[in-house]
């Protein structure tokens, strides 16, 4: 029986791996259409400012609905783009849509003050010309930068930190804002931390929904929020999903929330009718 359940598991463990890389197949194949077809598209997750108890900004979120696959996950695809390098042609997609997005809410909504953060992938930090790429976006689709926030993951920004360091250096002198996102998910270098030009933390959902779980989260939690605080930066909390989560943020002076409890991602219709409630 134990040899039996053993090339049982063997052959299941066979068979889902191999469905893996069918899948993964499949995806690389339609990928490299999905910006002609247009099966990409943007939504918006609102970030609430907790000292002005307003939204006062959004996150770019990728979405890609392929006819056959259905709505296929960020994090399943993004990665498959890095690694075929098709993120450089997919990456400025969204670069282009996000400053068209900013100019058409500065018309349709008047007034209109909200920043615009975008994911940006390690990858296209690392491309030679892209500082050159942005610099002429911005110039051209005439946006203010500093309502440009660039998120950049932690453990990428740590992992290439010479390389990392210079280009968000440029990019800031172009006044663009930079986040280090998903802080406290990986490895924290906090060596390195205090030197990457930054002007946002945002703390990783992981850190969020275990506040509750021990005293020592919440010590931990209180004492990234003071920490980012001591560095100057602007903190945004991730994932935050429960009344009890925010009412501890709030106490601890947590500038900015993100999560379920304010509004999911949505489309930026619903954005501007602020229609994002769950
Ligand atoms: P991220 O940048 O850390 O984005 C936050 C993720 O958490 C999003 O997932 C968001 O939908 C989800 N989220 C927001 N609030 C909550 C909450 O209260 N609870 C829970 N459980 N989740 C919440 P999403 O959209 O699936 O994106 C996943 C990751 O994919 C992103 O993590 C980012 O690393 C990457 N990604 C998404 N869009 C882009 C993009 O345009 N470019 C690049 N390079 N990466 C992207
Ligand atoms: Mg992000
Ligand atoms: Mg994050
Ligand atoms: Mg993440």
Same mark, same amino acid.
């Given at each position: 029986?134990?040899?039996?359940?053993?090339?049982?598991?063997?052959?299941? @463990?066979?068979?889902?791996?191999?469905?893996?890389? +069918?899948?993964?197949?499949?995806?690389?194949? @339609?990928?490299?259409?999905?910006? *002609?077809?247009?099966?990409?598209?943007?939504? @918006?997750?609102?970030?609430?400012?907790?000292?002005?108890?307003?939204?006062? #900004?959004?996150?770019?979120?990728?979405?890609? /609905?392929?006819?056959?696959?259905?709505?296929?996950?960020?994090?399943? $695809?993004?990665?498959?783009?890095?690694?075929?390098?098709?993120?450089?042609?997919? #990456?400025?997609?969204?670069?282009?849509?996000?400053?068209?997005?900013?100019?058409?809410?500065?018309?349709?909504?008047?007034?209109?003050?909200?920043?615009?953060?975008? /994911?940006?992938?390690?990858?296209?930090?690392?491309?030679?010309?892209?500082?050159?790429?942005?610099?002429?976006?911005?110039?051209?689709?005439?946006?203010?930068?500093?309502?440009?926030?660039?998120?950049?993951?932690?453990?990428?920004?740590?992992? /290439?930190?010479?390389?990392?360091?210079?280009?968000?250096?440029?990019?800031?002198?172009?006044?663009?804002?930079?986040?280090?996102? *998903?802080?406290?998910?990986?490895?924290?270098?906090?060596?390195?931390?205090? +030197?990457?030009?930054?002007?946002?933390?945002?703390?990783?959902?992981?850190?969020?929904?275990?506040?509750?779980?021990?005293?020592?989260?919440?010590?931990?939690?209180?004492?990234?929020?003071?920490?980012?605080?001591?560095? #100057?930066?602007?903190?945004?909390?991730?994932?935050?999903?429960?009344?009890?989560?925010?009412?501890?943020?709030? =106490?601890? #002076?947590? =500038?900015?929330?993100?999560?379920?409890?304010?509004?999911?991602?949505?489309?930026?219709?619903?954005?501007?009718?602020?229609? $994002?409630?769950?």
């Amino acid at each position: 029986a134990v040899k039996d359940s053993g090339r049982a598991g063997y052959l299941w @463990y066979s068979e889902s791996i191999h469905a893996a890389r +069918k899948r993964r197949l499949t995806i690389e194949n @339609y990928l490299p259409q999905a910006i *002609d077809h247009n099966e990409l598209l943007l939504h @918006y997750q609102p970030k609430w400012d907790l000292k002005r108890n307003e939204m006062t #900004g959004v996150e770019a979120l990728l979405r890609w /609905n392929h006819s056959q696959l259905g709505a296929v996950p960020p994090s399943e $695809f993004i990665p498959i783009a890095e690694s075929s390098g098709l993120i450089t042609v997919i #990456g400025d997609w969204i670069l282009r849509s996000v400053c068209r997005q900013y100019k058409e809410w500065q018309i349709s909504v008047p007034g209109n003050t909200w920043s615009i953060a975008v /994911n940006i992938s390690g990858m296209q930090l690392l491309e030679p010309d892209f500082v050159e790429r942005v610099r002429t976006m911005i110039e051209e689709e005439e946006v203010e930068p500093s309502r440009i926030e660039f998120e950049v993951t932690e453990s990428f920004a740590i992992t /290439n930190f010479v390389e990392v360091s210079r280009v968000l250096m440029q990019l800031s002198e172009l006044g663009i804002l930079i986040s280090i996102d *998903d802080f406290g998910a990986g490895y924290s270098s906090l060596k390195y931390l205090c +030197k990457l030009p930054i002007q946002i933390m945002k703390i990783d959902k992981s850190l969020v929904e275990q506040v509750y779980e021990s005293v020592s989260h919440q010590v931990v939690l209180s004492s990234v929020i003071d920490m980012a605080h001591q560095l #100057g930066l602007i903190v945004v909390a991730e994932g935050v999903e429960t009344e009890e989560q925010l009412r501890f943020l709030r =106490d601890q #002076g947590c =500038d900015r929330i993100q999560g379920y409890l304010v509004g999911r991602p949505v489309s930026a219709e619903r954005i501007v009718k602020k229609d $994002f409630a769950i």
